[in-house]
């Protein structure tokens, strides 16, 4: 009873109890002031802000994930009040234990149950005036039409694949002339992007087609830490080493007909256990539970106050683009939390290549005598692209490879050892699809060489 007392306690401070809109005041008072800084007079100028007595301007936004960054972010929009009355948030996972610490929509009562519907119910149930529709799900289970409908979408996802899919599907979405250039400014669906890592943290603007993208800075992520099977196997040094052993490599031996679920905590325990068992044979220490998490969930260590910070200042732009009352953000802004309290803001160059923003083709220079179909799409998942499963198809229309469906990966399988030059000719283009471009393609002209 205490200890509910104290979450109570603790929750009414950070988000109010429930209460109307008048109540808790909203941002009329703002938007019916002119301002020195309106958003016509900043670097990236988007529209013209004009004061109004009334801001009722009801409009719909997409909040992606919701956990440490996306509790705070939700908060946030829902304490905007009248200029967003309708949010939809998307996460496909489960409350668990660890996340008690830092995600306050959260209670123990709550461990196990989908995070996006917990989080929502919680929202309207202090915010009455705020709708929010959940969906437990993936992202790239939903249809193409269904983000179209929103005036903003915002992230805190720390998972790199789906922001790569979500940026590549508004890129899509715009409507475009002859020369590539956006047509329909409505078709421009505005994306903040947060993250945090630890006491760093970044928030940045996106508009599709004008700024750079997200795929334009994927050289700043680190690629996923991967370890060598045989090490993992035969002689591991790491903890790491240890618990990725259990998952990979036991699990399927022991349950050969049960996937691994790395939501579910009795999953995660068995791999801790059965980790820590291996561990100790081998005189490895520092197997942990948190560990383990983060090693099967790939988790990104998260400070609370770093999410706090990284939230509000990705409400903050997403209520400047909706409004217009201030200057947008142009384009990225990093917070070093180890190095003081100050942050510094910069332009994220466009990358005149870019898969996903550019209209650019790419031209490949492959050993005629030497490269595969296999040996070409690899270099496209291990090289800067970091594809996941690529499709490819000639200029010709000539399927080379498709992973899916089933079928079709089985007819094309065979050409995966065969020799680009028996498959195209020089100066061909190949057509290349992938899960993480949406339903945007990158075309890629094969030069051969001795």
Same mark, same amino acid.
């Given at each position: ?272 256990? =059965?980790?820590?068992?291996?561990? /100790? +044979? ?9 560990? &383990? #998490?983060? *090693?099967? !969930? ?46 510094? =803001?910069?332009?994220?160059?466009? /990358? +005149? ?9 790419? &031209? #490949?220079? *492959?050993? !005629? ?82």
């Amino acid at each position: 009873m205490k200890k509910r007392m104290i979450e109570d306690s603790v929750t009414n401070e950070i988000i109010g109890t429930k209460s109307s809109k008048e109540e808790r005041g909203n941002l009329s008072l703002l938007l019916s002031r002119a301002t020195p800084f309106p958003n016509e007079t900043g670097a990236l100028a988007i529209g013209e802000f004009t004061p109004t007595a009334s801001c009722s301007m009801n409009h719909k936004v997409l909040v992606l994930g919701a956990g440490g960054l996306g509790c705070e972010i939700l908060k946030n929009l829902a304490m905007s009040n009248c200029i967003i009355t309708e949010v939809h948030v998307i996460d496909l996972d489960t409350i668990d234990v660890t996340n008690l610490n830092r995600q306050f929509l959260f209670r123990s009562k709550d461990i196990g149950h989908s995070k996006a519907e917990v989080s929502a119910k919680f929202i309207m149930d202090r915010c009455p005036w705020m709708k929010v529709l959940p969906y437990f799900k993936k992202i790239q289970d939903l249809p193409v039409e269904f983000f179209s409908q929103f005036s903003c979408i915002v992230s805190g996802l720390d998972n790199i694949e789906a922001r790569r899919y979500v940026n590549s599907l508004i890129c899509g979405l715009v409507e475009i002339d002859e020369d590539g250039d956006p047509l329909d400014p409505s078709s421009i669906i505005p994306f903040v992007d947060g993250g945090t890592e630890g006491f760093k943290g970044q928030a940045r603007v996106i508009l599709p087609l004008i700024t750079s993208c997200f795929e334009c800075s994927l050289d700043s992520f680190p690629p996923k830490q991967t370890y060598p099977l045989c090490t993992v196997a035969e002689t591991p040094r790491l903890p790491e080493h240890c618990i990725t052993w259990a998952f990979i490599l036991e699990w399927p031996r022991i349950f050969p007909s049960q996937k691994f679920n790395a939501d579910s905590p009795q999953d995660v325990s068995w791999v801790y256990e =059965t980790a820590l068992k291996r561990a /100790k +044979n081998y005189g490895i220490s520092d197997v942990t539970y948190m560990l &383990t #998490l983060g *090693v099967v !969930k790939n988790i990104i260590p998260a400070v609370a106050s770093t999410n706090a910070i990284i939230a509000a200042s990705c409400v903050n732009e997403v209520i400047k683009l909706l409004t217009f009352s201030s200057q947008t953000l142009n384009t990225y802004m990093m917070y070093m939390g180890t190095a003081g309290i100050y942050s510094h =803001t910069f332009v994220y160059e466009k /990358k +005149n290549d870019c898969p996903v923003c550019s209209s650019v083709t790419k &031209t #490949l220079i *492959v050993n !005629k005598n030497t490269t595969s179909l296999n040996t070409f799409l690899q270099s496209l998942c291990a090289g800067q692209l970091r594809l996941i499963k690529p499709s490819a198809v000639s200029s010709q229309g000539k399927t080379l490879y498709m992973p899916n469906p089933p079928a079709l990966e089985r007819a094309t399988r065979p050409n995966l050892d065969r020799l680009l030059k028996d498959l195209i000719e020089d100066g061909d283009d190949i057509v290349i699809t992938d899960d993480v471009l949406a339903h945007s393609s990158l075309t890629i002209s094969i030069q051969f060489e001795e």
